[in-house]
């Protein structure tokens, strides 16, 4: 156990619909950090959110958004999916924000989407 | 913005024999080199790490060499055993731009040992 506890593990949902991953940070760890996982991309990074504010951008869609909360969880709300949305969705966390201080990251276990 | 290249996609070794995993970054401004072990059904997991000023890190079976000059760095495991096989993510962190200081990943290279 990595210590970032991610729900749901699996998710199955049709097109144009509407999900919402969670993710919890390890104990201690303000920045939150969201990738994309599909086969032929590798990891995509999607957004970072440090101690509840938006940090950096990666290339994340418009219809995706995110959040980090006063209790530092984060959910990624995926809107109007499709099917090339189906991929796995890794959260991560660390103690800084990043940047020049070189802090390591921690992986959750991943959801598994799957948009038929 | 940093673009990491990994190679090979897919590598099979005898149990025993060393696997070599090498990455090249764009960005020189980058400074910090992770490697990521990946198991099925897992999230990834750092194995080591290399900052730029430093050339050469060693843990163990695995090492992790940097040419800055070349923009390169690679993963060495010695000695490898089938617990090895997995997938080899290498990553890079760059300074500036829209991913300032978020890990840049290479797609991940296939490592089966066999036995």
């Known amino acids: 156990d990595s210590g970032v506890t991610q729900t749901p593990k699996h998710l199955i949902t049709a097109t144009g619909q509407r999900v919402t991953l969670r993710c919890s940070p390890r104990?201690?760890?303000?920045?939150v950090y969201w990738y994309q996982q599909s086969l032929d991309q590798g990891l995509q990074f999607l957004i970072q959110?440090?101690?509840?504010?938006?940090?950096a951008k990666g290339n994340i869609l418009e219809r995706f958004s995110a959040q980090q909360f006063p209790d530092l969880h984060s959910e990624l709300n995926l809107s109007s999916l499709e099917l090339g949305d189906s991929a796995l969705y890794f959260c991560?966390?660390?103690?800084?924000?990043?940047?020049?201080?070189?802090?390591?990251?921690?992986f959750g276990s991943g959801t598994r989407l799957t948009v038929v | 913005g940093e673009n990491v290249e990994q190679h090979p996609s897919t590598l099979s070794v005898q149990e025993g024999d060393s696997a070599v995993i090498k990455c090249t970054y764009s960005?020189?401004?980058?400074?910090?080199f992770p490697w990521y072990k990946q198991e099925l059904g897992k999230g990834p997991q750092l194995i080591i790490d290399?900052?730029?000023?430093?050339g050469e890190k060693k843990d163990q079976r695995i090492a992790v060499t940097l040419n800055k000059t070349a923009k390169h760095f690679s993963l060495h495991i010695t000695e490898t055993q089938p617990e090895d096989s997995a997938v080899y993510f290498c990553?890079?962190?760059?300074?500036?731009?829209?991913?300032?200081?978020?890990?840049?990943f290479g797609k991940g290279t296939k490592l089966s040992v066999k036995p």
């Open positions: 290399i900052r730029s000023n430093v």
């Open positions: 991560a966390s660390s103690v800084g924000q990043g940047g020049a201080f070189n802090y390591g990251y921690t």
């Open positions: 104990s201690g760890d303000l920045s």
């Open positions: 959110y440090y101690n509840g504010e938006e940090r």
């Open positions: 990553a890079a962190r760059p300074l500036y731009g829209g991913s300032q200081g978020n890990l840049i």
């Open positions: 960005d020189s401004a980058s400074n910090y």
